[in-house]
């Protein structure tokens, strides 16, 4: 009579869930870039402008192909001029400075060429020039914006889109234009932050 069997059912879970991936979007490649211009007249500064630009596709492919691809690096790249009023979208390209970018470059400057972006070594994930490019004004006239190309055959070269460079990226006026006189200068730092 003592012989009852005992039974008892245990039951257990444990949930393991797949650790998180180890980045944030912080992490994430996102180059942004910026352009100020201080515009001087007669010795005194007239106006400071704070640009955020576009870096546009044909440059961010131009990145990925000199760092992952061994495409030839750019090592010299050139500040312009935007003559006229347009929105910059990032399918821009440098074989469309004056055609179907819908903008054309202002080449009303004293200096012979495209000035040199004379950046220094990156430090914290920026890259700057440490001092600005002067663009001195030959004639009245209204500056829309700046953009920054390199490579190819002719990058200096004021109005030249025919060479195979690259633009890097494009900034529009926030006020839409700028106006300028002659002798008036543009004095211009550009930086990239990744």
């Known amino acids: 009579?003592?012989?009852?069997?005992?039974?008892?059912?245990?039951?257990?879970?444990?949930?393991?869930?797949?650790?998180?991936?180890?980045?944030?979007?912080?992490?994430?490649?996102?180059?942004?870039?910026?352009?100020?211009?201080?515009?001087?007249?007669?010795?005194?500064?007239?106006?400071?402008?704070?640009?955020?630009?576009?870096?546009?596709?044909?440059?961010?492919?131009?990145?990925?192909?000199?760092?992952?691809?061994?495409?030839?690096?750019?090592?010299?790249?050139?500040?312009?001029?935007?003559?006229?009023?347009?929105?910059?979208?990032?399918?821009?390209?440098y074989a469309q400075i004056n055609g179907t970018n819908g903008w054309d470059e202002f080449t009303d400057y004293d200096e012979a060429t495209r000035q040199e972006w004379t950046e220094g070594a990156s430090s914290s994930q920026t890259i700057t020039n440490a001092t600005p490019i002067v663009f001195t004004i030959s004639a009245t006239g209204t500056v829309y914006g700046l953009f920054l190309v390199g490579g190819g055959t002719d990058p200096e070269v004021k109005d030249d889109a025919a060479g195979g460079g690259v633009l890097w990226a494009a900034a529009a006026f926030a006020s839409g234009e700028v106006a300028v006189l002659d002798n008036d200068q543009l004095k211009v730092t550009y930086t990239v932050s990744a």
Not at 25 to 30: A, G, S
């Open 1 to 93: 009579m003592g012989d009852a069997l005992k039974m008892r059912e245990t039951a257990s879970c444990e949930l393991v869930r797949a650790a998180a991936a180890d980045f944030s979007p912080q992490d994430l490649l996102n180059p942004k870039g910026r352009f100020v211009v201080e515009h001087w007249r007669d010795g005194e500064k007239i106006g400071e402008y704070d640009m955020p630009n576009t870096i546009v596709n044909e440059g961010k492919n131009s990145l990925l192909d000199v760092m992952f691809h061994a495409a030839t690096q750019i090592t010299t790249w050139y500040l312009g001029l935007v003559d006229t009023g347009a929105t910059i979208v990032v399918g821009d390209t």
